[in-house]
């Protein structure tokens, strides 16, 4: 690992170049839409816009598991929005999601639709509307709110940290990839202590706790998430790997993940979901691969 050259930020930042890196092409430090383009409405009461990372994959492990359920009403179309080419900043999209980040959830089951975005928000609009994986008062529900809340604030530090100095930026800094290696273990450490006397996150019971972690966690205890597994030394964390194995055994899971997938093993990818015959008759699209941080 090199350092950068020392720099002295100047009296007001501006921007006059790209800031490098993988996805540098849609940073920009403004708001809005850069093109109008609405967004296509398929025939579920839920229409969900995003993209198969790990924020994109709590969503769709949320309404998979619902659909285990049998929850009917949970019905849902993805659509792939393509952040790499820019698919997040439409019209359309800052309409569901003035922040320009996916997942975006419009909910059309009743009278007038209802948006909601970030997904921790959806991950609770959904608990509440459907009365699952949430408890609904006293301890259990603070605790199940704690840890999800917990890996709302910890996933920056994962994701935007560690994983955009170790993976995505132009240069190699020792002491940013440090500082986030060293964060990223301490709460892999958080997360193993815990496990060691809870079957899962937030009790025994499973819930939307594990549904928000496990795509952010449970993929850098596999070493897939940033190819940092050797990196941070996952395997030392027992615990997690335990809860990691159940977690993705789960065959929601299995399906969740695989929505608005468009990287990895093709038989892993489900570019977009219509309906649930849609996971026997996929086929393979030519898209590029988008995934990317800050989604």
């Given at each position: 690992?090199?350092?950068?050259?020392?720099?002295t930020?100047?009296?007001v930042w501006?921007w006059d170049?790209?800031?490098?890196?993988r996805?540098?092409?849609?940073?920009r430090?403004?708001?809005?839409?850069?093109?109008?383009?609405?967004?296509p409405?398929?025939?579920?009461?839920?229409?969900?816009?995003?993209?198969?990372?790990?924020?994109?994959?709590?969503?769709?492990?949320m309404?998979?598991?619902?659909?285990?359920?049998?929850h009917?009403?949970?019905?849902?179309?993805?659509?792939?929005?393509?952040?790499?080419?820019?698919?997040q900043?439409?019209?359309?999209?800052?309409e569901?999601?003035?922040?320009?980040?996916?997942?975006a959830?419009m909910?059309?089951?009743?009278?007038?639709?209802?948006?909601?975005f970030?997904s921790?928000?959806?991950?609770m609009?959904?608990?509440?509307?459907?009365?699952?994986?949430?408890?609904?008062?006293?301890a259990d529900?603070?605790?199940?709110?704690?840890?999800?809340?917990?890996?709302?604030?910890?996933?920056?530090f994962l994701?935007g940290?560690?994983?955009?100095?170790?993976?995505?930026?132009?240069i190699?800094i020792?002491?940013?990839?440090?500082?986030?290696?060293?964060?990223?273990?301490r709460?892999?450490?958080v997360l193993?202590?815990?496990?060691?006397?809870?079957?899962?996150?937030a009790?025994p019971?499973?819930?939307?706790?594990?549904?928000a972690i496990?795509p952010?966690?449970g993929a850098?205890?596999k070493?897939?998430?940033?190819?940092?597994?050797?990196?941070?030394?996952v395997?030392?964390?027992?615990?997690v790997?335990?809860w990691?194995e159940?977690?993705?055994?789960r065959?929601?899971?299995k399906?969740?993940?695989m929505?608005n997938?468009?990287?990895g093993?093709?038989?892993?990818?489900?570019?977009?979901?219509h309906?649930?015959s849609?996971?026997?008759t996929?086929?393979?699209d030519?898209?590029?691969?988008?995934e990317?941080?800050?989604?």
């Amino acid at each position: 690992m090199t350092d950068n050259v020392e720099f002295t930020p100047p009296k007001v930042w501006t921007w006059d170049k790209e800031s490098g890196g993988r996805f540098a092409n849609i940073n920009r430090p403004i708001a809005g839409p850069t093109h109008d383009k609405e967004l296509p409405i398929g025939k579920h009461p839920l229409q969900l816009y995003s993209l198969g990372t790990p924020n994109g994959v709590k969503v769709t492990v949320m309404l998979e598991e619902l659909l285990e359920l049998g929850h009917a009403g949970a019905e849902y179309d993805a659509w792939l929005i393509r952040i790499s080419e820019g698919d997040q900043f439409s019209s359309g999209f800052v309409e569901v999601n003035p922040n320009s980040k996916i997942p975006a959830l419009m909910d059309r089951s009743g009278p007038e639709p209802v948006r909601v975005f970030e997904s921790g928000a959806i991950l609770m609009y959904l608990a509440e509307k459907f009365g699952e994986f949430l408890p609904t008062g006293g301890a259990d529900r603070a605790e199940c709110l704690s840890w999800l809340f917990w890996q709302m604030g910890s996933a920056p530090f994962l994701g935007g940290g560690f994983g955009h100095f170790y993976a995505y930026a132009p240069i190699k800094i020792e002491y940013a990839i440090n500082r986030y290696a060293m964060e990223v273990k301490r709460q892999l450490d958080v997360l193993d202590r815990r496990l060691a006397s809870s079957e899962y996150i937030a009790g025994p019971d499973y819930t939307l706790a594990d549904i928000a972690i496990w795509p952010w966690y449970g993929a850098l205890a596999k070493g897939v998430l940033y190819e940092a597994g050797e990196f941070l030394q996952v395997q030392d964390y027992k615990n997690v790997q335990r809860w990691t194995e159940a977690v993705g055994a789960r065959p929601a899971v299995k399906r969740g993940r695989m929505v608005n997938r468009v990287m990895g093993d093709p038989s892993t990818q489900l570019h977009e979901r219509h309906d649930a015959s849609d996971f026997e008759t996929r086929t393979q699209d030519k898209l590029a691969p988008a995934e990317g941080s800050g989604a």
